[in-house]
T-cell receptor
Framework: ELKVEQNPLFLSMQEGKNYTIYCNYSTTSDRLYWYRQDPGKSLESLFVLLSNGAVKQEGRLMASLDTKARLSTLHITAAVHDLSATYFCAVASLGGATNKLIFGTGTLLAVQP | EAGVAQSPRYKIIEKRQSVAFWCNPI?????LYWYQQILGQGPKLLIQFQNNGVVDDSQLPKDRFSAERLKGVDSTLKIQPAKLEDSAVYLC??????????????FGPGTRLTVL
């Protein structure tokens, strides 16, 4: 059974600082997604990572994937308050045509001025 | 392009009552998903439809939850009777489906259910 773990669960950081969120998963997969969720809102897709070594960047966020280590990272550069949200990674469960996503527990990011 | 629509946005009921949620996916999306997101957790898939057929309902509590997608477009999720532990946000998502190499899921705003 595919399990997805994120850490840390909560991250309080100051504006201007850098930090990394980690996403580990337990079995082989071919797709990993990062989503952002603001309080009371739905999930917004940030990145889709499809292959080993994939790296994608958007603004102050950069995501990478190491399929051999079953690890993805979401790196935050020079954080700003607008990045405060909960970030989820989700891993596609292989097998059949289900496209089933298993989500991590989420990382609540609070960027302090 | 319109996104995934859901209604109602909020619902408060007492335990043992029934409730139904509605979802309208993005036009042309063949695959529709219902997720349950309990406070402080990631979403958990309840059921997945491909057109109007069920692909995966392995985590749907079938004794009280039911879902349908009769014409392959809109979908309803029903809970009868509701329990306290059903309090959660119910998210609907849709994807293009078919043979694309990745089927990115687009999420609706969710329905927040509180069971008292």
């Amino acid at each position: 059974e595919l399990k997805v773990e994120q850490n840390p669960l909560f991250l309080s950081m100051q504006e201007g600082k850098n930090y990394t969120i980690y996403c580990n998963y337990s079995t082989t997969s071919d797709r990993l997604y990062w989503y952002r969720q603001d309080p009371g809102k739905s999930l917004e897709s940030l990145f889709v990572l499809l292959s080993n070594g994939a790296v994608k960047q958007e603004g102050r966020l950069m995501a990478s994937l190491d399929t051999k280590a079953r690890l993805s990272t979401l790196h935050i550069t020079a954080a700003v308050h607008d990045l405060s949200a909960t970030y989820f990674c989700a891993v596609a469960s292989l097998g059949g045509a289900t496209n089933k996503l298993i989500f991590g527990t989420g990382t609540l990011l609070a960027v302090q001025p | 392009e319109a996104g995934v629509a859901q209604s109602p946005r909020y619902k408060i009921i007492e335990k043992r009552q029934s409730v139904a949620f509605w979802c309208n996916p993005i036009s042309g999306h063949a695959t529709l998903y219902w997720y349950q997101q309990i406070l402080g957790q990631g979403p958990k898939l309840l059921i997945q439809f491909q057109n109007n057929g069920v692909v995966d309902d392995s985590q749907l509590p079938k004794d009280r939850f039911s879902a349908e997608r009769l014409k392959g477009v809109d979908s309803t999720l029903k809970i009868q009777p509701a329990k306290l532990e059903d309090s959660a946000v119910y998210l609907c998502a849709s994807s293009v489906g078919g043979s694309r190499s990745y089927n990115e899921q687009f999420f609706g705003p969710g329905t927040r259910l509180t069971v008292l």
